[in-house]
């Protein structure tokens, strides 16, 4: 069922109030509410700033003054952000089932903010560096500049996946697993096109699974989703769990 009036379908709640294993997958517009820019469409960081120029192993080989700097600014932009009500109906919803989990395309850390636990953050994280020699990851804060290891004085680089390059094997096998497992599995604010997460919800679909997509525009995935709700996912995101656990509420 495709629903533009931002109405959530009957089955999509009961379902939610039922599920007994649930993945969320959340990409860059569950964090525009905060305030943080997205990569594509109206306002997108992308606009700016060309993927190729920051976001690849040869951009960081080629000027990693540029590209340190872009990822200190994104870093010190989320820093300044709250967690939004999208997030919050994320982290609730781990509360309530058992089985969760939670696989984000986004590196800004605001799930983990609002309370998420069981998060696989299968493009990175822009708070850590991690050392092109030993490999060792170190957590940053108010750092500026290239960051040099602190084990073995290697170069370290942003500890994210960029363009190109590969995601980590485990995350990505955990990801896979627990989307053909899923009963409900849950898309919001991303739009699908980047692989391999793009492939997730259709992993669910072959497996039987049901998928409810919440965006601003459809995607490539709407016309397969189970069920779209076209509208902010804050928005329907926190009407969903009134709706599925209002009894209780
Ligand atoms: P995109 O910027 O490609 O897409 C953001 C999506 O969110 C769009 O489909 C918007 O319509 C939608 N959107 C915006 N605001 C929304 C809102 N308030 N509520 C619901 N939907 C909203 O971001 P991603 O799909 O996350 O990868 O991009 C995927 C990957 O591309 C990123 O993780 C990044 C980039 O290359 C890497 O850095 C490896």
Wanted: proline share 5%; net charge negative; aromatic share 6%.
């Amino acid at each position: 069922m495709k629903d533009s009036s931002g109405r959530i379908p009957r089955e999509v709640v009961s379902r939610l109030s039922g599920s007994k294993r649930l993945v969320v997958l959340t990409g860059a517009g569950v964090s525009a509410e905060s305030g943080v820019p997205t990569f594509r469409g109206r306002d997108g960081l992308w606009r700016n700033h060309r993927p190729e120029e920051l976001a690849t192993p040869e951009a960081f080989k080629g000027n990693p003054e540029l590209v340190w700097s872009w990822y200190h600014w994104r870093r010190n932009t989320v820093r300044q952000v709250l967690p939004n009500p999208a997030h919050d109906a994320i982290a609730r919803m781990e509360s309530k089932i058992e089985d969760f989990v939670l696989i984000t395309q986004n590196v800004d850390g605001l799930h983990q903010r609002a309370g998420s636990e069981k998060v696989l953050q299968i493009h990175g994280d822009l708070h850590y560096a991690r050392c092109s020699d030993c490999g060792a990851v170190i957590a940053l804060e108010e750092q500026e500049g290239m960051i040099t290891c602190p084990m073995c004085r290697g170069p370290m680089r942003p500890d994210v996946v960029w363009f190109g390059e590969s995601l980590d094997v485990g995350l990505l096998t955990q990801a896979y697993n627990a989307s053909e497992r899923s009963d409900l599995f849950i898309v919001a604010g991303t739009s699908n096109v980047v692989q391999p997460a793009a492939s997730l919800a259709f992993a669910a679909i072959r497996n039987g699974g049901y998928v409810f997509e919440i965006n601003l525009d459809p995607t490539p995935l709407t016309g397969s989703a189970s069920a779209t709700v076209i509208g902010k996912a804050g928005e329907v995101l926190q009407e969903l769990v009134r709706l599925a656990w209002e009894e209780e509420e």
